[in-house]
């Protein structure tokens, strides 16, 4: 079957960043194994940052390299410097996503650097996947491109000039997070439809947060701009720190429900999300769920476009 | 300040009818006037049903005369039926909502009527109406327009068809409600695109339900298609006996900031919804509550469109 469009769960390194609870590294690889399961292509299971800056990563390279090994999976992970790139490299996985932010201040307060010093530091990480890792995709996140904790609006024409820099510096592979939940269908369409002219092949990815309850329509506004590549968390892991109440990532199940409603083919079995999303509640009993489509299950009749495809 | 778009709580009855815990009568007073004091323009306050049926509204008449009488409000309330209606048109309320369904199966669970005995029951109130309180504004839901439990699928041009007829029988303003959560954006366009042609100045009111997490979604999409009412309910209250855990009408709140985001005035400020909010999280301390913007807060520098406009 060929995809329309393509779904990442970034539970295992978004959803559980901020978590407190460690969860067991055998439950992660159960977690990300079920996923496969249900169809989906690529997971990012964690993040290659030191261990005292987030315990829930203490297992990336274990995580890291058990999950590369899953047959047909794309197991990426994320960093936010080279030293964590060249663990990474290490394990064996498929992609590796940096992460900068277009706010100064943001990228001051998430990495201690400045853009420009980030920027040099992408360009160090794939000067040495060119080096020494040619098989490795290397990705990068834009946080904050759509709007920011301490500065609020980001203007469109400086995320835009950032994603020029960033795809003159060779990346593989963009993402245009709403890493604090403030975008709008309006403004998603906009940028998404210039960041699409401006990526041409190069592929587009969008990451939403339902911090504000939007994060489903914006990656409908995504979708009809043109992207089709979407980031999102069973369960609709994540929370944030600053929002007590606040979900994470949209959530995974309902933004397939979405597309394949709509007509495309995801490859995902909606209702095989089951499984990947009860080992989720089990080692998460404190955390708050959201998602509502498994729940509710799916409207009689309802014959999914990747089953369809299937027939 | 003209708005450009209009949006009704119709949580004091959608949100409340499937609710075991009564709510006091000054309670829902109390909410309906917090409504008005936020600038919704509009409430559906309660519903004409006998009390051994539907408990939650025994007090439906003295509800509805209250609420009839609070300044600049438009006081809505639903009836299935005449007797529902005659004891309404008695208590002065400004608007009469009637109920049918396009499903056959689902209108005679619901109603025990055929739709064609429905429909006749409209025209009865219609005529009551220009008999008696040529003042009173008479609207008709047709529930199930975008899917039912029961049947699956409802074709569009049935729901289409439905539509017609009660433009005929003399409908003021109609609705086609996603009764159970079926819809996705793509169905919604296309329908709500075609019944505005076909409504021309009769007003048109979409309602979604967030059962299947597309609520938003479908909301965005129905505006896209030109429908400038909608339906909510503050934190989501609504909930369905079928789906546990599922939400119920789409959370107002979300839903003003989605359209306050896009550029439209509604006449509401967010902020002030948090006191009708606590109203209603103080009384249904046992439900489950929706909605994240008055949790998350406004993006900062947000200016709602209405704001602009009042300035």
């Not at 995809?3 to 969860?23: I, N, S």
Request: aromatic share 6%; hydrophobic share 45%.
């Amino acid at each position: 079957m060929t995809r329309d469009v393509t779904v990442r769960d970034v539970g295992p390194r978004d959803g559980l960043q901020l978590v407190k609870a460690v969860v067991p590294t055998q439950v992660k690889l159960d977690w990300i194994a079920a996923d496969r399961g249900a169809g989906l292509p690529e997971v990012e299971v964690c993040s290659f940052v030191p261990a005292k800056v987030i315990p829930q990563f203490a297992d990336a390279i274990e995580v890291a390299t058990e999950a590369a090994g899953i047959g047909g999976l794309i197991a990426s992970a994320l960093t936010p410097n080279l030293k964590g790139a060249e663990i990474g490299f290490k394990t064996g996985i498929q992609k590796i996503n940096y992460v900068m932010s277009v706010s100064e201040t943001h990228n001051q307060s998430n990495v201690r650097r400045t853009r420009e010093e980030s920027l040099e530091g992408f360009k160090a990480i794939i000067a040495l996947r060119d080096a020494e890792y040619p098989g490795v995709s290397i990705g990068i996140g834009l946080a904050t491109a759509l709007g920011c904790t301490f500065e609020g609006r980001v203007p469109e024409a400086e995320s835009l000039k950032w994603l020029g820099k960033v795809l003159e510096a060779g990346a593989d592979e963009v993402a245009l997070p709403d890493t604090v939940g403030y975008a709008h269908p309006a403004q998603v369409r906009s940028i998404f439809a210039k960041a699409a002219d401006i990526c041409g092949d190069v592929p587009l990815w969008s990451h939403f947060h339902d911090t504000r309850g939007l994060g489903i329509a914006n990656a409908l506004a995504a979708l009809e701009a043109g992207c089709t590549r979407f980031d999102a968390s069973l369960a609709g892991l994540g929370g944030c720190p600053f929002a007590p109440g606040a979900t994470g990532n949209i959530a995974l199940e309902d933004l397939v429900f979405l597309l394949e409603a709509e007509g495309l083919k995801t490859g995902i079995d909606i209702a095989a999300l089951a499984k990947p999303r009860a080992i989720v509640e089990a080692a998460l009993a404190d955390e708050p769920k959201h998602g509502h489509v498994l729940q509710a299950g799916l409207p009689k009749g309802f014959v999914p476009s990747s089953a369809i495809a299937a027939e």
